[in-house]
């Protein structure tokens, strides 16, 4: 069931309430969103992968104090690299990925992260999201990173009626204008955290009500 949104209402409202959003490996206490390299948003989106943003930010702090570059974490011990990193867990899995990623960006891109969409889809472990989060937060380009927050929001508002993000991520690039694609990430994903939770959102909190299908046919039915 599809469902009329007025984008510039559902934007103004996230970013009043929302005024840092998430940030992949992004310390919850800070106030403001970080500037990161996009090496730095490369690296610790992969190691957000399957754990806590708490956890993303105390893997991707220690690693990074130590091995700060492309090259310096290319010719880094991997045993070390599991050690820093294993607060993000899967760190046997993870520290293989960042440094097999580390070693392609110094060996074939004179340690510079490429800004382009199929090139970082070239780096094994980079899917979709990863890709966009570099090139949204690394590079400050217009992309939608669809994760689940992002995914689970735009089909409970009915933007979308999608099974899988990379569906979701067409359709709302064909519905949402360009202008928002850079913030629509980091919001939607506080807002999804704070409000629109994957369990017992909190709709009695929620503005978007009136746009939202989850809110007509879940949660009114339910009461």
């Not at 984008?7 to 403001?32: S, T, W």
Request: hydrophobic residues 30%.
């Amino acid at each position: 069931m599809s469902k009329e949104h007025d984008f510039d209402e559902m934007m103004e409202y996230l970013r009043e309430k929302f005024e840092v959003g998430a940030f992949p490996g992004k310390d919850p206490d800070e106030d403001e969103t970080p500037n990161r390299t996009p090496f730095e948003v490369l690296i610790s989106t992969v190691l957000s992968q399957r754990t806590k943003d708490v956890n993303t930010h105390r893997a991707s702090e220690a690693l990074f104090e130590e091995y700060p570059t492309p090259k310096d974490l290319a010719e880094a011990p991997l045993d070390r690299i599991k050690e820093l990193i294993k607060p993000s867990g899967f760190y046997n899995v993870k520290s293989k990925r960042v440094k097999r990623i580390a070693e392609r960006i110094h060996q074939e891109f004179d340690d510079e992260v490429p800004d382009d969409l199929n090139d970082l889809l070239d780096f094994r472990g980079v899917g979709r999201k990863t890709a966009n989060c570099v090139l949204v937060y690394g590079f400050g380009e217009p992309a939608v990173p669809v994760d689940t927050h992002v995914h689970r929001i735009s089909n409970r508002l009915g933007i979308a009626e999608t099974n899988d993000p990379e569906e979701t991520e067409r359709v709302l690039e064909k519905k949402i204008p360009k202008k928002y694609w850079i913030e629509i990430n980091r919001l939607m994903v506080q807002f999804g955290k704070e409000i629109c939770r994957p369990r017992n959102p909190r709709c009695d909190e929620c503005p978007l009500t009136h746009m939202c299908i989850y809110y007509e046919e879940v949660y009114l039915d339910g009461d």
